[in-house]
């Protein structure tokens, strides 16, 4: 039986894929290769780790709206996260997800977690998420 967490989709939409979790933020901005899905942010824990098609899974954004800028650019080479969860409402993230909706017709789920939630991810869980926000963790 598959474990739920109930989310509050910042930007709804559905998504599956493994999960890539920190506890540390993480500035898009030269730390996400809009071209290869990698996280280049070498002080960063998940630095050297591809997130293309994975679920990413960070506290919050870090750093300025080039974030947004950096996702949608990762979106339309189709090395994007499948979704990105959260501890809250990240306005870089959600701005991302809503444009990338309007200039490519698909955007990527962003979703907001308690901080309990949240502590029950870890790195390479099966996520599947629903349109409603709910999270099944797999194995």
Do not use: N
Not at 45 to 58: D, K, N
Not at 61 to 89: D, M, Q
Not at 97 to 107: D, K, L, P, R, W
């Amino acid at each position: 039986m598959a474990e739920l967490i109930q989310a509050k989709p910042v930007v709804a939409g559905s998504a599956k894929g493994e999960a890539l979790v920190s506890q540390e933020p993480l500035s898009l901005w030269g730390g996400y290769d809009q071209k290869t899905g990698e996280i280049i942010d070498r002080r960063h824990p998940l630095s050297g780790q591809v997130a293309a098609g994975r679920v990413l899974v960070l506290p919050y954004s870090r750093g300025s709206s080039t974030t947004t800028a950096v996702l949608l650019e990762a979106l339309r080479a189709g090395v994007a996260p499948a979704a990105i969860l959260t501890t809250g409402e990240d306005a870089f993230f959600a701005l991302a997800g809503i444009v990338a909706e309007e200039m490519y017709g698909s955007g990527i789920p962003i979703l907001a977690l308690d901080r309990a939630a949240f502590e029950r991810l870890e790195t390479g869980q099966w996520i599947e998420i629903d349109f409603d926000g709910t999270i099944r963790l797999g194995a």
